[in-house]
Every structure is written in C-alpha cells, then in structure tokens.
C-alpha cells in the first residue's frame, strides 16, 4: 500500500513537472519577446493571408510602404506605467487639425507596418501616430501585452496625443488583430472625451480563447492543463493571466461608438469571435464583415468599400 502510494504520488509529480516544463516552452514561443518564427511555418496563415506581421506575404513590401517611408513622420516617445520606454511614429496631417488616429499593430508587427492604415487616415486629414507596442519593434519590453498590458500604454498615447494637439484633440483608435483586441481593450478603460470612435479590425475574445483555439488547432492539445500552466507563468513574468485578458469585458464597459471589421473568411482568429464582441457591446457600434477575406485582409480585400465604411462611421462623432 505504502509502496503504491509512492509511486502515485512520483507519478503525480513528474507529471506536474512535464506540464510546467510545457508551460515555459509555450510562454518562450508565444508570450517571450522574439522573432515569432512559428508563424512563418503557420500554413492556415499563409492561406488566408495576414497583413503586417513577420510572415512575409502581405505586409507593408507594397507601394504603401514606399508611401510611407517617402513621409515626414518623426520618431516619438512615451514611458509607460512600469518605466519602459516606449517608441512611436508621428506623420502630421497635411492641413492643422485636431483629428489623429492612433493605430494598433498586430502580433510581432511593428508601428512602421501599418503603412494601409495609415494612408488611409492620412487621405482622410488626420494625423497618424503608430505606436509600436511593448515588445515590438523599437519598445522596451521582454514580453507580448496581447492587448492587455498594451491598453495601459494605450492611454499614455492618448494623453500624449491631447498635449501635442491640443485640448480640442479628436481621436479614433484603429487597430488589427492583436490591435484590434488592444483597441477594445482601451476602450473598456475610463477614457478622456477626445476619444471619439473606436475601429476594431479581426480582434479576439480574450486570450485565453485565442491561444486555447491555437492550442487545439496547431498541437491538437486540449487547453487544460498546458494553457493554464503557461498563464500562471505569464502571470509571475508579465503580471497578467490570459483569462483576465479578455477585450469581451471590456466592450461591455465600454462607452466609445465601435465599429468592428473582420473577414469572412478568417480562420486564425474565428470570425464568430467578433460575433460574440458585437453582440456584448453596450456602445453604439456597427458591425461590417467582409465576405471571402482571411485575417487582417479585410482592408486589401475590398479597400474602397473598407475606407468608406471607416469614413462613414468615424465622422458621425468627428468634428469637421
């Protein structure tokens, strides 16, 4: 009896061993600061076609990145909360005015990648500032925010933007994938009345979703006990769970008109995901799917009827 007891209870501690070993490897390659290499090897990706991140299919290589880089933009920055310095890309509008969006990039994207977003809000007379997000690109950082630790540094460039403006400042946050969440999740926080509109392009519901959804879908794994695990990791390092990272929260606190995007087609975040967004937001909000686009492709996909959209919806709380 003793001996079978042993033996259970060795059992039980190898087995806790092997999880937590699982744990760290999943928190090195999802959450860690690094080149993101498994999303290159990601098949479903390079199907639907993500835009702006590392996999090198449809990001800024276009004539909108040409576009960008012949700007005037300069490099700011901001400290965040925690004392990490954080850089930005400032492009002036080519008239004065107290409109400018602030972008959100994607996962392992950075602010200089967002060259179609800019350029829209651009041809629309705003000021663009593209942050890129703690961890990415130029900003200090050894973790991915997944919109969550982001939103806090979200409302740091939100006061940064009102100082350079002006107090009369207008602003839309507009954000893709983990931009999209970033955005929402801003939204569910108090926010000054200068933010007047939110756009949310192919965001998730929570993390926890997510990567329980990445889990199933690229290991074939169950979410229990490898994803929970890895968010007690995530938790001791970056100070936050995935549970609690959850953008369908915070639309349900949130006061800011939202206009969410997704594709039709989107097989890495499930278009369903945004589904369940609209429907729990409590905000005037408008809901615009693009038929037969993957992820982050709704923009590419139908860009003038997406620029209209973004237009039509914005400019009932702008001022012109």
């Known amino acids: 009896m003793k001996n079978s007891i042993k033996v259970c209870v060795v059992l039980i501690l190898i087995a806790f061993i092997a999880v937590m070993v699982a744990g760290f490897y999943f928190y090195d390659i999802s959450v860690a600061s690094s080149k993101k290499t498994l999303l290159v090897q990601d098949m479903l990706l390079k199907k639907s076609v993500i835009v702006n991140t590392e996999v090198e299919l449809n990001e800024d290589s276009s004539d909108d990145a040409d576009w960008l880089s012949g700007q005037p933009y300069e490099t700011v920055d901001i400290v965040s909360h925690d004392g990490l310095k954080l850089k930005g890309y400032y492009l002036e509008a080519q008239s004065p005015t107290a409109k400018t969006s602030i972008l959100a990039h994607g996962y392992s ?87 007047k509109a939110i756009v949310s392009d192919c965001a998730y519901t929570s993390v926890k979703d997510e990567l329980s959804y990445q889990l199933s879908r690229m290991y074939n794994l169950p979410y229990f006990p490898l994803l929970n695990a890895t968010s007690l990791i995530t938790k001791i390092k970056a100070g936050y769970t995935f549970g609690e990272a959850s953008a369908l929260k915070q639309v349900k606190k949130s006061k800011t008109p939202t ?40 923009l590419t996909a139908d860009p003038e009827e997406y620029a209209s959209k973004v237009k039509d919806f914005t400019e009932k709380y702008i001022n012109k």
């Open 259 to 298: 206009l969410f995007i997704h594709g039709g087609n989107d097989e890495f975040v499930p278009t369903g995901m945004v589904n369940k967004l609209f429907e729990a937001s409590n905000s005037e909000k408008e809901l615009y799917i693009v038929p037969g686009a993957g992820h982050g492709a709704a």
């Open 109 to 195: 994207s950075q602010g200089l990648w967002m060259g179609l977003y800019a350029k829209l809000y651009y041809t629309l007379g705003y000021n663009v500032l593209m942050p890129d997000s703690r961890g990415h690109g130029n900003s200090e950082g050894n973790y991915v925010g997944f919109g969550w630790a982001d939103r806090k540094d979200y409302l740091n460039w939100i006061d940064y933007v009102i100082r350079k403006t002006g107090p009369d400042s207008q602003i839309v946050l507009h954000g893709v994938s983990m931009g999209g969440a970033t955005v929402l999740m801003t939204g569910g926080e108090s926010l000054p009345s200068n933010v």
